[in-house]
């Protein structure tokens, strides 16, 4: 798996890839605009260019853009329907734009619609947008879910589903939160519950369209469906199950990023990835335990 962290672009978008070269990332995830407002200025040719010469400069293979948290394909009000539909359009757009490799989206919540209301409004938003940015070659990628309330996608099942009715592989892939999938209630800390996990992969969404993992510990324990993210080692999953998720031969060359916990250390704002990118080197050069 190549490694990498989710880097801030308040230093300017274009300078975000020299950041991940700093702190030693092969990969990385942006958000390519302020992830809390609808309205933001349209992001300049100009800019877009020197944002991919220096992802090339810096050595970064792959760039995966996430999505604004505004964006709920799966509501049924008209208003935050139509404004989330055009956002994605607007996301898939930039993305593409930077090069990456695609957008990272939360499926969404049904807000007391009801899971099949939820999930129709999800398929319908994505097609669309898929529909009107066919020329580009940025994927939508859903990240499955902790599960929290009324959200969608907190299952393989679900997400296989959506991803069944949208139908257009060729550009719509997945996103594992290791996180997220142990909130869930998927305890992959064991050798037999790492390969349950392997298979339920392989038996939905396919572990071919697997193009991107968020690399977490959890807060809490599994099943709790709180979406509470850790530093490697530091939460309940612990740093040695990421080993074999590491080192699949399944996963080989998939991005893998952290969004971890950062320190308010002033110096170095990235400390705390600095030390969970060193803990998952590790993992990943050095023997298991016995």
Same mark, same amino acid.
């Given at each position: 798996?190549?490694?990498?962290?989710?880097?801030?672009?308040?230093?300017?978008?274009?300078?975000?890839?020299?950041?991940?070269?700093?702190?030693?990332?092969?990969?990385?995830?942006?958000?390519?605009?302020?992830?809390?407002?609808?309205?933001?200025?349209?992001?300049?040719?100009?800019?877009? @260019?020197?944002?991919?010469?220096?992802?090339?400069?810096?050595?970064?293979?792959?760039?995966?853009?996430?999505?604004?948290?505004?964006?709920?394909?799966?509501?049924?009000?008209?208003?935050?329907?139509?404004?989330?539909?055009?956002?994605?359009?607007?996301?898939?757009?930039?993305?593409?734009?930077?090069?990456?490799?695609?957008?990272?989206?939360?499926?969404?919540?049904?807000?007391?619609?009801?899971? @099949?209301?939820?999930?129709?409004?999800?398929?319908?938003?994505?097609?669309?947008?898929?529909?009107?940015?066919?020329?580009?070659?940025?994927?939508?990628?859903?990240?499955?879910?902790?599960?929290?309330?009324?959200?969608?996608?907190?299952?393989?099942?679900?997400?296989?589903?959506?991803?069944?009715?949208?139908?257009?592989?060729?550009?719509?892939?997945?996103?594992?939160?290791?996180?997220?999938?142990?909130?869930?209630?998927?305890?992959?800390?064991?050798?037999?519950?790492?390969?349950?996990?392997?298979?339920?992969?392989?038996?939905?969404?396919?572990?071919?369209?697997?193009?991107?993992?968020?690399?977490?510990?959890?807060?809490?324990?599994?099943?709790?469906?709180?979406?509470?993210?850790?530093?490697?080692?530091?939460? @309940?999953?612990?740093?040695?199950?990421?080993?074999?998720?590491?080192?699949?031969?399944?996963?080989?060359?998939?991005?893998?990023?952290?969004?971890?916990?950062?320190?308010?250390?002033?110096?170095?704002?990235?400390?705390?990835?600095?030390?969970?990118?060193?803990?998952?080197?590790?993992?990943?050069?050095?023997?298991?335990?016995?």
């Amino acid at each position: 798996m190549l490694l990498g962290a989710h880097i801030g672009i308040s230093g300017g978008l274009e300078n975000a890839p020299d950041t991940a070269r700093r702190i030693g990332c092969e990969v990385m995830q942006i958000f390519s605009k302020n992830q809390r407002q609808w309205k933001v200025p349209e992001l300049s040719p100009s800019v877009a @260019e020197e944002f991919r010469h220096h992802v090339k400069s810096a050595g970064i293979q792959a760039v995966g853009v996430h999505a604004s948290y505004l964006i709920n394909l799966g509501s049924s009000d008209p208003l935050l329907q139509r404004r989330s539909r055009e956002a994605l359009v607007e996301e898939l757009v930039r993305a593409d734009a930077l090069g990456a490799v695609g957008v990272i989206l939360h499926p969404g919540a049904h807000v007391g619609a009801g899971k @099949e209301q939820g999930i129709a409004n999800i398929v319908q938003g994505a097609v669309e947008a898929l529909e009107a940015t066919k020329a580009l070659k940025a994927h939508l990628i859903l990240e499955i879910a902790a599960g929290a309330g009324s959200t969608l996608g907190q299952t393989f099942e679900e997400l296989e589903e959506i991803g069944r009715r949208v139908d257009r592989d060729d550009r719509l892939g997945y996103c594992v939160d290791t996180c997220h999938v142990f909130a869930g209630g998927g305890d992959f800390r064991t050798a037999d519950g790492y390969a349950g996990m392997i298979d339920q992969i392989r038996n939905t969404i396919g572990l071919k369209r697997v193009e991107f993992f968020h690399l977490n510990d959890a807060l809490f324990p599994p099943g709790t469906h709180k979406d509470r993210h850790a530093n490697i080692g530091k939460g @309940e999953i612990g740093a040695e199950p990421f080993r074999r998720l590491l080192t699949d031969p399944n996963f080989r060359n998939i991005p893998g990023v952290l969004e971890t916990p950062l320190d308010e250390d002033e110096k170095e704002p990235y400390s705390a990835y600095l030390r969970d990118l060193a803990i998952l080197r590790d993992l990943l050069h050095s023997k298991a335990k016995a």
